[in-house]
């Protein structure tokens, strides 16, 4: 019998507690980066992704994580953010910024929302004005730059790595 | 002052020692995964990506990492594993399997080669077979499936998050 045979269709570990993470997106240039952070939000568990302007799922990238996950469409983000932070949640920004901490070493508040930033300029200063902290994940060599969408997806896995049972109550 | 700026060429912190880590793919159902597999290593300091089948690189989407990484093209990939596990390298695949341990909690050897499958098929028997060990990215909800890119993406990021200033040398 081979030592390592694939599942094709293994029942998802769900977290015992819901996640308590929110994921925010400025306008994106592209519907197929936001497809892909609402299929990355569906798989790891993430209910709730808001995103900016001209907001459109491709089904076929997102796949069931249309479903799964509940879409909120803004016109912008810092009053959005604005609201969240009264509701007791930590803003962090995904950036390359001056004070920004690593995402190797970062540790997340249960209540957090990860900002992501349009494809081309990032977060801009009033987002970037609403943030507690920026989180940057270090690169190493060249573009020196990771796709929008694989920085949103690492950084959530960074998140549920450090809840792998759930969010744990807030208190 | 505001306390966060964006910082838009923030030069990247090399890793003092070379990774010793290598990405090897199947063959691809899509240019762009493979294209963006390729970014992501670029970005990460990961010098050298094995791919199968017909090959193609998008340099749109890989940018600099198209340049800053080594491809090698290979008809299939059990017999490059072979020569890799000859090299002193633990073969670990990405993949929903038996056997297979969670990502979140997985110890990553210096020298590995991270094995990633194919979109709709994902790693066939004659590449589980070569395998050392199998890691899986705990899944929380639907579709219950990473894009292939993704899943790349956090695997590497997991590796170079625990050996953040390179791979120590192996003696």
Known sequence: ?????????KPPARPVQSRQLVV???????????????????????????ACGHAKIDER??????????LEVHRTLPPVLDRLKADGYEIVGLEQATGSESLFTFG????TVIVVGNERTGLEQPELDRLDRVAEIPMAGMPHSLNAATTAAIAIYEYCRQFPDGSPAVT
């Open 1 to 9: 019998m081979p030592r390592f045979e694939h599942l094709r269709h």
């Open 61 to 70: 990238i997102a796949r069931d994580g249309a479903d799964s996950v509940v």
């Open 108 to 111: 997340f508040a249960p209540r």
């Open 24 to 50: 925010a997106c400025a306008a994106m240039r592209s519907h197929v980066n936001l497809s892909h952070i609402v299929r990355s939000c569906g798989c790891f568990g993430i209910g709730r992704v808001i």
